[in-house]
C-alpha cells in the first residue's frame, strides 16, 4: 500500500504540474535555523552563503553542520565554492549521523578534494572510497564551474547513489551491504587541517518516493 501510495502521489503531481513544490528549502540564506554544528567557531554565514575556515589558519579538525531532519530516499542540489591554500578537503555528508559524543560524521560523503572530486567515501564506517571517478571526467566537470561554483547533485533512491557536478554524472554507486542504512542527515564539511574557505549555498533537497 506505500508503494501505490507513492504512485498516486506521484501522479497527481504530475497532473497538477506540482511537483517543483515539494522541493524543501534547506538554507535560508540567512540562519542556521534546521541545522546543528559549531556555529561559534567554525560555521559562519556570509552574504547569503554558509561558510568555514580561514586562508591563514587550519581547520583544527572534521567539523560537520547537520540538518535536524533525516532524509532516505531524495535529490539533493547544492553549490559550493572553494578557495584553498593547503590541504584542500571537504564534502558533503548524506543518509548520515554524528557520531554520539564526538564531532564526527559517520556515513556516505560526497567529497570535495583534488583528485577525488566527486567520489563516494564512507565516513567514519568503513572509512574507504567506494567509488571514484576518472580524473578526466573530474576535470571535465570542475571546468564548467560558473564564477567559482559548482552545482553538486546527489541523487538517493533505495540502494542506489548517483553524483553529478555541474551535469556531469561523476558516480553511480548500488550498495550491497543490507545492513548499511539508507536514512539519515545531509552534513557540510570542513576536513581538519584544511586551509582556506569552504562556500555552500542554494542547498535543496526534493524528497523521492522509495522505488523497489
Known amino acids: 500500500m506505500p508503494r501505490l501510495g507513492c504512485v498516486l502521489a506521484a501522479m497527481l503531481l504530475v497532473a497538477v504540474h506540482t511537483h517543483a513544490a515539494e522541493t524543501v528549502v534547506l538554507f535560508d540564506g540567512k540562519t542556521f535555523a534546521g541545522w ?41 542540489r547544492l553549490e559550493y565554492g572553494i578557495d584553498c591554500v593547503k590541504s584542500c578537503n571537504a564534502g558533503i555528508q548524506f543518509r548520515s549521523q554524528r557520531v554520539p559524543n564526538h564531532h564526527e560524521m559517520i556515513g556516505y560523503q560526497a567529497d570535495i578534494a583534488p583528485g577525488i572530486t566527486g567520489a563516494i567515501y564512507d565516513e567514519s564506517r568503513r572509512n574507504k572510497l567506494l567509488v571514484v571517478p576518472p580524473k578526466d571526467t573530474q576535470q571535465q566537470a570542475l571546468a564548467l564551474a560558473k564564477n567559482g561554483w559548482n552545482e553538486y547533485v546527489i541523487r538517493c533512491e533505495g540502494p542506489r547513489i548517483r553524483l553529478a557536478i555541474n551535469g556531469v554524472e561523476m558516480a553511480d554507486y548500488t550498495e550491497p551491504d543490507q545492513t548499511i542504512p539508507q536514512r539519515g542527515r545531509v552534513g557540510l564539511q570542513i ?3 584544511f586551509i582556506g574557505q569552504i562556500r555552500y549555498r542554494d542547498i535543496q533537497i526534493e524528497p523521492l518516493c522509495d522505488p523497489r
Open 36 to 76: 546543528n554544528g559549531d556555529t561559534e567557531h567554525t560555521w559562519r554565514i556570509e552574504r547569503g552563503t554558509i561558510v568555514a575556515g580561514s586562508p591563514e589558519t587550519p581547520a583544527p579538525r572534521n567539523e560537520f553542520l547537520a540538518t535536524d531532519v533525516e532524509y532516505d530516499n531524495f535529490v539533493l
Open 191 to 193: 576536513h581538519g587541517g
